[in-house]
């Protein structure tokens, strides 16, 4: 049993002796809404607290804003010089990467992640140079308002009227190790805008006139908590994997719909969508392939089924094999699909059989999803 003299291990030392082949720095990511929620107060939280543990915490690049308790917070913390740079006869400070490798710190705080380097930088987007270190063995901490994520933009751009100038791709979210939000009521935020905790007092009624119109944060606060939803889920979809867990195991809602190439599978995604909103959940489209699909009318009714699913957003999937019931239950119960739906025609004799048949195969081999069979009429 420890004494009160024994050194007590950090959680990160428990993860060194876990797995003592580190090569790779870890990524974490404060995702926020708007401006203002707090994701550079929580970073330089977390890089505080991680240096009262004994951890070597230094600080690449960070944003103030003019913000009094963020300045506080940074000046605890010791900073790699930035790096000046002259372009077009204006002198800018850029974070200095190659000072931070040098440097070898076992974590870099690095604020803005979308932001756009300077030419004459060694990468052109700050998300390259996380990469450099990321490599190099050293844990990064960040930050990113949800705005700048690329598959977010034009959607947050109509619905604000403001334009995104720096953006950055998904898949440097996807390779993040972990995401937290830095969450804030939308009520909240605005009594921080007109407190003058983010903006100037005298901005204030501009912008809460604009970008932080309360309908405005609510719809980016609900963005923001999907993409934390999305990345727990795939953080989850890792460790069921790894861990060979069942395919009840699954965070969020995923809804497929198995369709033919008749034109009765248009009200079926129609059905399905509609199931898929009302849970807040993922809409996937399945299709098996068959030689059926072929002759000029079924093929033209599936291209527009099809069609209509990526619409709806869907997630258009194409499976082929001989069993029909079985690859749509191995592909279902691999996704961890949650709810399935499949159509029902008034069938007769033989085809009866075999329709019923089918089904019971799918129930037999993926059991742990919710059936809904859904009867159609014949066009």
């Not at 929620?37 to 004994?54: A, D, H, N, P």
């Not at 699909?293 to 069609?307: G, I, V, Y």
Request: hydrophobic share 40%.
């Amino acid at each position: 049993m420890p004494t009160d003299s024994t050194p007590r291990k950090s959680p990160e030392d428990w993860l060194i002796t876990a797995d003592p082949e580190k090569t790779r720095g870890r990524f974490k990511i404060f995702l926020g809404y708007a401006p203002g929620v707090g994701k550079t107060f929580s970073m330089l939280s977390e890089g505080i607290r991680r240096r009262q543990r004994g951890e070597d915490v230094v600080i690449g690049i960070v944003e103030t804003h003019g913000r009094k308790g963020t300045a506080e917070l940074a000046n605890k913390l010791e900073h790699v010089a930035t790096r000046e740079i002259n372009y077009k006869g204006t002198l800018f400070h850029e974070m200095d990467v190659d000072a931070i490798l040098e440097r070898k710190p076992q974590v870099v705080l690095i604020d803005e992640l979308a932001h756009s380097n300077i030419v004459g930088s060694r990468n052109t987007k700050r998300y390259e140079d996380v990469f450099l270190l990321l490599e190099a063995n050293i844990d990064v901490l960040s930050t990113i308002n949800v705005q700048h994520v690329e598959s977010l933009t034009p959607r947050i751009q109509s619905l604000t009227g403001i334009p995104v100038r720096e953006t950055v791709p998904d898949w440097v979210l996807d390779r993040a190790d972990e995401i937290v939000i830095s969450d804030l009521t939308p009520e909240a935020l605005v009594t921080r805008m007109r407190r003058g905790d983010i903006y100037p007092v005298d901005r204030a009624d501009r912008a809460l006139a604009n970008f932080f119109r309360r309908g405005n944060l609510i719809a980016l606060r609900e963005m923001a908590l999907h993409r934390v939803t999305r990345a727990v889920d795939r953080t989850l979809d890792d460790y069921v994997k790894r861990k060979q867990l069942g395919p009840h195991w699954s965070v969020t809602e995923k809804v497929a719909v198995c369709i033919s190439n008749r034109p009765q599978a248009r009200d079926l995604i129609a059905r399905g969508a509609r199931l898929a909103e009302g849970l807040n959940g993922e809409l996937y489209v399945l299709h098996v392939q068959n030689h059926k699909d072929e002759s000029p009318e079924c093929k033209r009714a599936l291209e527009a089924s099809l069609k209509f699913a990526e619409n709806l957003g869907a997630h258009v999937v194409h499976l082929s094999g001989k069993r029909i019931a079985s690859v749509t239950a191995a592909y279902i119960t691999e996704q961890r699909i949650t709810q399935a739906l499949f159509g029902r025609s008034a069938l007769h004799g033989l085809k009866k059989y075999l329709y019923f048949f089918a089904i019971q195969r799918f129930m037999s081999e993926a059991p742990h999803v919710d059936l809904h069979i859904v009867t159609q009429e014949d066009r």
